[in-house]
């Protein structure tokens, strides 16, 4: 099912813009040799070779294909021998596809600078990790660096649905139900290789069935129906009832900030498990627990937040399904520790004030007296530079008149917020001139 053309490529319409640099390889003359170089980066399954070879058949160009797991530094010299004799005899360039080419140590990524420079041949180089850190820099400042991103679920269904029917995949032989098709596209997360492997497999087991079935005895001929049950079957792995626009996915991810409330840390990472299994964006599951921290936890324990700040930098630096590891101890962190939602009923406290109009003028000791005639406004007059003071705090009013003595934020009694409820009744009674 690999395409043959850059059309029939799923996905990564961000790259394939009329105009864009991986249109105008393909499309440029394949005598050319000024092209530029290209780095494809992005997780597996999202068709950066698919997108080297649909360029190099759309091009007409000469094709080489290496892998830096098997290839060494004579490969590619050979490759750069064999690309500079094509290029003089028959004017014809060659496009170098070096697969995972983070695996390529400095010496043999340096033994590809002098093809890359001369234009020997045009690299186009793929790798599933971040190339400021994997790739040399002389090779990078060469090249252009492209972001694949893993496939929509519409992507991954259009090219299941291509597979169902197209002569070079399943070609009609079998039908796929829609269950089985949104459970398909669910449990490849974004993947299109490990779409069609289990496509494939699913639709051997259904036809193993339907051969075996009654229908077979009664020489029935009747097209195989792949089901959920085969999709499960085929991946070894029970079927989530999870949609990640439907009531599932609310209904569990409400579980899951509700069971960190409510510091069961079993079913947090229970609900947790179901997201991961299911396919959830982790960046999405990120964010709520980052919300969490700051809404259940608060300053009962500061620390809260900066593990899940931590935990979401984690997912987004190292990708799944590794990132399922600093997602799990945030979790385990946040409903393990002491909860208040102090912070976030003060905030909500003080929008609903401003809302209805309950503010007034800024006090004038404390308005801007840097810019011309503000001392003459009386800006600034009267303030008391708490620093000055022995303790850090002195007797002054900070709120509106309209708002004196109005309490927004309470400290709960629970984990350091315990610490700092104290603190605050001997600041507040200082601030008043008790």
């Given amino acids: 099912m690999r395409p043959v053309s850059l059309d029939e490529v799923a996905g990564q319409s961000h790259l394939l813009r009329p105009g864009s640099p991986l249109v105008a390889l393909a499309g440029a003359d394949p005598t050319a040799s000024s092209a530029v170089s290209v780095i494809l980066w992005g997780?597996?399954?999202?068709?950066?070779?698919?997108?080297?070879?649909?360029?190099?058949?759309?091009?007409?160009?000469?094709?080489?294909?290496?892998?830096?797991?098997?290839?060494?530094?004579?490969?590619?010299?050979?490759?750069?021998?064999?690309?500079?004799?094509?290029?003089?005899?028959?004017?014809?360039?060659?496009?170098?596809?070096?697969?995972?080419?983070?695996?390529?140590?400095?010496a043999q990524q340096d033994a590809l600078l002098p093809g890359v420079e001369n234009g020997w041949v045009i690299l186009?180089?793929?790798?599933?990790?971040?190339?400021?850190?994997?790739?040399?820099?002389?090779?990078?400042?060469?090249?252009?660096?492209?972001?694949?991103?893993?496939?929509?679920?519409?992507?991954?269904?259009?090219?299941?649905?291509?597979?169902?029917?197209?002569?070079?995949?399943?070609?009609?032989?079998?039908?796929?139900?829609?269950?089985?098709?949104?459970?398909?596209?669910?449990?490849?997360?974004?993947?299109?290789?490990?779409?069609?492997?289990?496509?494939?497999?699913?639709?051997s087991i259904a036809s193993v069935r339907e051969e075996g079935g009654e229908d077979a005895a009664a020489g029935a001929t009747e097209t195989a129906a792949i089901t959920a049950e085969h999709i499960a079957q085929a991946v070894d792995r029970a079927l989530l009832r999870y949609d990640r626009q439907g009531d599932e996915h609310y209904d569990v991810i409400s579980a899951f900030i509700k069971s960190i409330r409510g510091s069961d840390v079993d079913a947090a990472i229970h609900y947790l498990a179901r997201m991961v299994e299911a396919g959830e964006d982790p960046r999405f599951i990120a964010r709520r627990l980052v919300i969490s921290a700051a809404e259940d936890i608060g300053l009962a324990d500061p620390q809260a937040l900066v593990i899940a700040v931590a935990a979401a930098d984690a997912v987004a630096f190292i990708g799944m399904p590794e990132g399922r590891i600093p997602l799990a101890e945030a979790t385990a962190y946040l409903a393990t520790t002491a909860k208040s939602n102090a912070a976030y009923l003060a905030i909500d406290a003080a929008i609903a004030d401003v809302r209805s109009g309950g503010f007034g003028r800024v006090p004038k000791p404390l308005r801007d007296a840097h810019y011309p005639g503000a001392k003459r406004l009386g800006h600034g007059k009267g303030y008391v530079y708490p620093h000055d003071s022995e303790i850090g705090v002195v007797a002054q009013q900070y709120l509106p008149d309209e708002l004196r003595g109005r309490r927004y934020y309470e400290p709960t009694s629970h984990g350091q917020e315990r610490d700092v409820q104290a603190r605050l009744e001997k600041i507040r009674r200082i601030l008043d001139g008790e």
């Fill in 43 to 106: 997780p597996p399954g999202t068709g950066k070779t698919t997108l080297a070879q649909a360029i190099a058949r759309s091009s007409g160009r000469r094709f080489v294909e290496l892998s830096a797991v098997t290839a060494g530094v004579r490969d590619v010299r050979e490759v750069m021998q064999e690309a500079l004799t094509q290029r003089d005899l028959y004017g014809q360039s060659t496009i170098l596809f070096l697969d995972e080419i983070h695996r390529f140590t400095k």
């Fill in 124 to 203: 186009i180089a793929a790798t599933t990790e971040n190339p400021s850190f994997s790739v040399i820099s002389p090779l990078l400042s060469r090249s252009l660096l492209l972001t694949l991103q893993p496939l929509s679920d519409d992507d991954l269904g259009l090219l299941v649905d291509r597979a169902v029917v197209d002569a070079r995949g399943l070609a009609g032989a079998v039908a796929l139900e829609p269950e089985a098709r949104a459970a398909l596209i669910r449990l490849a997360s974004g993947d299109a290789r490990r779409a069609l492997t289990a496509l494939e497999a699913a639709a």
